[in-house]
C-alpha cells in the first residue's frame, strides 16, 4: 500500500539524508541559563523527576513520535521501548493508521510487553478524522498498544506538499473536541516540526485537549523529508520553498504558554542536548521531546538507546547543577534563564 511505502519511505530518508531545515534554528541559542560558580547543591542530588499526565518520569523525556507499520520500525519501536522502560522516561508511537487498516502490522507498534510501566502515547493523525475516522478508531488506537494518553498530530504542511496527501482541514476542531470528551484517555494536540502558535493553541485548549506537543521547527524539516520522496519536480520545488517555514521551538513554546496556560506542555522539534532541553524547561515546558537522536539510536539497538538517554541525562544534570537548580520546578525561579542580546 502507498501508506506503507510512504512510512518506510520517512525511516530511509530520515537515516540517509540531511533533511535539517536549511537555515531556521529553534531559537534556543537566544537563551543562556545563568552560570552559578557556587551552586551550593551536590551534583548526586540533583533531582530530574517529574510529573506528566498522572505518570512518573525519571527524567522530564519523551521519545517523540516516529514510526510504525513496517518490519523495520517494529525492530525500532522494540529497541525505543526496551530504552525507555530502563530509564523510566515516555515515548510515542508513530501514526498507528497502519494498524488500524491493516491488522497484519499491529504488532510494530506493540510495546507493552517490553515496556510495561512507562507513559505511552498511541497516536494518530487528526486529519483522519476528516477521511472517516470516529472516537472508535481512536480507541482502538490507545487499545492497541495499552496506551495511557492519545496524541492527534497535526501536519497541514506536510500533507500540502504530498501528491497523495489529505488536503480538507475544514471542520476538524469540532471533531477533535468530540475525541476529547469521549475517547476515555488524555488526548494530547502535537504538530511534526512546525509549531504552534498561540490562537491554535487557545482554540485547542478550548476544545479540551489535556497536553500540548509544541513539535516546532528548527530541527527535522519534514518539507525536507517531502523533497527526497516527491514523485515530480513540481512537487520538489514546493518542498525546497517551504523548507524553512515554521515557528521556531523556542518561540512556539511561549506562544502556547500564552494560549493555553496551565495546560502541559512538550517541547520537541530540534531539541539535541541536555542543555536545550533544560533551556525548554526552564521556559515552561514540563517535558522535552526528541525524535531524530533517537531513531538513529534505535536503528542501531536497545543499548545504544539507553547510551543515548543516558548522556542526555547527564548533560541535564550538570545543566542544573551550574544553573543552581535542584529539581525541574528550581529551574522556572527568575533569574535561571537570561535572553542574550544578540535575540
Known amino acids: 500500500m502507498a501508506h506503507d511505502r510512504r512510512k518506510a519511505d520517512h525511516i ?44 512518573h518520569l525519571r527524567v522530564p523525556l519523551l521519545i517523540s513520535s516516529m514510526t510504525g507499520g ?18 523510566g522516561i515516555a515515548m510515542g508511537l508513530g501514526s498507528q493508521r497502519a494498524g488500524i487498516e491493516q491488522a497484519e502490522t499491529v504488532d510494530t507498534f506493540a510495546v507493552r510487553h517490553v515496556a510495561p510501566d512507562i507513559l505511552l502515547f498511541a497516536n494518530l493523525g487528526a486529519i483522519q478524522l476528516n477521511d472517516g475516522y470516529t472516537v472508535d478508531q481512536c480507541r482502538r488506537a490507545v487499545e492497541m498498544i495499552g496506551a495511557d494518553a492519545l496524541i492527534l498530530h497535526l501536519n497541514p504542511l506536510q500533507e500540502a506538499l504530498q501528491a497523495d496527501g489529505d488536503w480538507n482541514w ?11 470528551r469521549t475517547v476515555g484517555v ?12 498561540e490562537q491554535t493553541a487557545r482554540r485547542l485548549a478550548e476544545a479540551g485537549v489535556a497536553a500540548l506537543d509544541v513539535a516546532g521547527a528548527g530541527g527535522t524539516s519534514w518539507s525536507e523529508v517531502e523533497y527526497h520522496r516527491a514523485p515530480t519536480e513540481r512537487l520538489r520545488r514546493l518542498a525546497k520553498t517551504f523548507a524553512d517555514w515554521g515557528i521556531p521551538t523556542a518561540e512556539a513554546l511561549l506562544c502556547a504558554q500564552r494560549g493555553a496556560p496551565g495546560l502541559p506542555l512538550i517541547a520537541s522539534g530540534g531539541i539535541r542536548n541536555g542543555i536545550e532541553a533544560a533551556k525548554a524547561l526552564a521556559l515552561g515546558a514540563s517535558a522535552a521531546g526528541l525524535a531524530a537522536p533517537f531513531l538513529k539510536a534505535a536503528a542501531a539497538s536497545a543499548d545504544e538507546v539507553i547510551a543515548t538517554i543516558d548522556q542526555f541525562t547527564a548533560e541535564l544534570r550538570t545543566a542544573m547543577f551550574c544553573a543552581g537548580a535542584e ?15 544578540e535575540g
Open 12 to 55: 530511509r530518508i530520515n537515516l540517509e539524508e540531511n533533511v535539517q531545515f536549511p537555515r531556521l534554528t529553534t531559537g534556543f541559542e537566544r537563551y543562556r541559563l545563568t552560570h552559578q560558580a557556587l551552586p551550593e547543591l551536590d551534583l548526586r542530588d540533583i533531582r530530574t523527576s517529574v510529573a506528566l499526565l498522572g505518570k
Open 70 to 87: 513496517t518490519e523495520a520500525a517494529r525492530a525500532i519501536n522494540h529497541n525505543l521501548a526496551r530504552g525507555a522502560q530502563a530509564r
Open 170 to 180: 475544514h471542520g476538524l476542531l469540532d471533531k477533535i473536541a468530540v475525541v476529547c
Open 186 to 197: 488524555p488526548v494530547v494536540a502535537k504538530e511534526v516540526g512546525w509549531g504552534l502558535s
Open 327 to 341: 529539581d525541574v520546578a528550581a529551574l522556572r525561579e527568575p533569574g535561571r534563564l537570561t535572553r542574550t542580546a
